[in-house]
């Protein structure tokens, strides 16, 4: 079963390397924007699908990445690729101080407290003008070349970040540490006295999901070669996040990417179509994903797709 | 040998007091059984020594050392297990897996999956529900669930094993299903103390009884002693219908 599935992943790996040789640079840039967020979803379920802490503002991590990134390159002229490490650096030392006090939340408390770091954050951001530019932003260098290998090259760059995303996201699933969280997810006292130190092991999660985010940011602040404080700290980025989770199914390791890529290209076909009532459409579509698909395609269409299912979702309206 | 020493427990919120200055110990090797009214304290004391909540008053020692200021995955990893009341599986892993995560974690604390998979299933085998390793626990009735809280206690590799009303809902097959099996646990050198409210289950597998009565122990002894006890058959029946028996 599992090289069935691992079968049909190479094959859709294969169709999306070989895309950028036969479409548009539109697409291109669809794409890449779609792995982005599929990669932010599949990092950020490791603590929300997993371990059931729905980190709401784990976007602040993508923002630090992005000013990890930003400021290296221009303030200490550090190579792209080289920042990497340092994006994900820091969205594990950021994830591991504010755990210890923040983790001891539950449910929407902690919700609120993620949403409070991001907009902290970025207020720090704002008024540290020397370092980030502040409320101007920062211009990154420019990528050398031609127009149309720059695209290509953040498409398998953020492609390869989403294939790095997927198989951390695989290997903590299937280790000691994954049994720990999906524990803690349902009932944390049941698995402290079973001897799972949850303290630790929710903070590992926090930090493994943070460092992901953390290297979308800076890849992201790349190919936009220019970031603000309201350009990466972005609350729509949240909602989104978490609409692709849930549409998906948090508990698997490919949910958060098949959400991602249903709702990135509704949203794209919805924007370009009625650009004046696509907030509207988008908010329609994450009510409709609430109330008849909690627990995710996934996980909801587990024997087969029938109304049915849809029905007794929203009679039973729960996650 | 005293394996669990409880001296002078007490646990109060705010004004209110849940239990007071409790003292009793249990051997290795012994089944202790916990009875008393609702109210009792019963789950509370094992809330205190698995630590899911904080003492307020005395000291309870596990093989002679005070375990009041360990966290709850230390007092596991000391080999003290226990079950819930309310049976807690963990949905999204199966039968087999919520077994694993015992293995995983509890005093045995395996790093290897497959060594952890085998003491997985051998505690399925104690229990009985091998036959339904790879299903979902949810979909489990309550009697297989409430094994499958044992099984997962086993895997942890116990030396002092805490079953939180293991044998509430059972009908009468199952419940003598169960009783064995914990006898069978016993002769394996565990040691057990269960909290019951099925009084002909708790007396026929108890060494002894502790009963508790709004947070005080009124009684300990043998089962045949605690049922002629004047107090205990107060607590449970009143005054009045005391004095006529």
Redesign the interface.
């Known amino acids: 079963m599992l090289n069935r599935k691992f079968f049909f992943f190479l094959a859709f790996l294969f169709i999306l390397v070989l895309l950028p040789f036969v479409i548009s640079g539109y697409w291109l840039r669809v794409l890449t924007q779609t792995f982005l967020f599929a990669a932010i979803a599949t990092g950020s379920n490791i603590i929300i699908g997993y371990t059931g802490y729905p980190a709401f503002g784990n976007i602040a991590f993508f923002g630090v990445g992005a000013y990890v990134t930003g400021v290296l390159m221009t303030k200490y002229q550090m190579g792209f690729l080289a920042t990497m490490p340092f994006c994900a650096l820091s969205g594990i030392i950021l994830a591991a101080l504010l755990g210890i006090p923040i983790l001891r939340l539950k449910g929407h408390y902690f919700a609120i407290a993620t949403v409070g770091i991001m907009e902290t954050i970025r207020e720090l951001v704002d008024n540290m003008t020397e370092l980030t530019g502040g409320g101007l932003g920062l211009t990154l260098p420019i990528m050398q070349g031609e127009p149309e290998f720059i695209y290509k090259y953040f498409y398998f760059a953020m492609l390869i970040c989403l294939v790095f995303a997927l198989l951390v996201s695989f290997i903590v699933s299937k280790?000691?540490l994954g049994?720990?969280l999906?524990?803690i997810?349902?009932?944390e006292?049941?698995?402290?006295?079973?001897?799972?130190?949850?303290p630790l092991y929710k903070t590992a999660a926090w930090a493994v999901s943070a460092a992901i985010v953390g290297v979308c940011g800076g890849i992201y602040a790349y190919w936009l070669s220019y970031i603000d404080p309201h350009t990466v700290f972005v609350g729509t980025y949240s909602v989104k996040m978490f609409a692709m989770i849930l549409l998906g199914g948090g508990?698997t390791v490919i949910g958060p990417m098949l959400g991602a890529f249903i709702l990135e290209l509704i949203s794209e076909v919805v924007w370009s179509k009625f650009i004046a009532i696509h907030g509207m459409v988008l908010g329609l579509l994450i009510i409709f994903i609430i109330l008849f698909l909690p627990k995710g395609l996934f996980e909801t269409f587990k024997g087969g797709f029938s109304f049915k299912k849809l029905l007794s979702n929203l009679r039973e309206n729960k996650l | 040998m005293v394996l669990l020493e409880a001296k002078n427990v007490a646990k109060s919120y705010g004004g209110l007091k849940v239990l007071t200055d409790v003292t009793f110990s249990v051997n290795q090797g012994e089944i202790v059984g916990i009875i008393g009214p609702n109210g009792a304290g019963k789950t509370t004391f094992m809330n205190l020594v698995s630590r899911l909540t904080s003492i307020t008053g005395g000291v309870i020692n596990y093989k002679g050392q005070p375990i009041n200021n360990k966290k709850p995955h230390e007092i596991a990893k000391l080999g003290i297990a226990r079950t819930f009341q309310v049976v807690k599986p963990f949905g999204g892993l199966s039968v087999l897996e919520n077994v694993m995560v015992g293995a995983f974690y509890g005093k045995r604390n395996l790093n290897s999956k497959s060594e952890a998979k085998d003491v997985a299933e051998d505690a399925l085998k104690v229990v009985g529900l091998e036959d339904v390793k790879d299903k979902d626990p949810r979909i489990l009735p309550l009697a297989k669930r409430k094994k499958l809280e044992v099984a997962r206690a086993l895997a942890m590799g116990p030396d002092l094993l805490l079953l939180d009303e293991v044998m509430a809902g059972l009908g009468a097959k199952e419940l003598a299903d169960i009783m064995s099996e914990i006898i069978k646990l016993k002769e394996k050198g565990i040691t057990i103390i269960a909290i019951e409210h099925v009084m002909k289950a708790i007396m026929g597998i108890s060494d002894r009884i502790v009963v508790l009565h709004l947070g005080k122990l009124i009684c300990e002894g043998t089962p045949s002693e605690v049922v002629k006890n004047p107090a205990v058959i107060e607590a449970y029946l009143g005054s009045k219908y005391a004095k006529k028996e």
């Open positions: 280790i000691k049994y720990a999906k524990a997810r349902v009932d006292d049941a698995a402290s006295v079973m001897g799972i130190n949850t508990t």
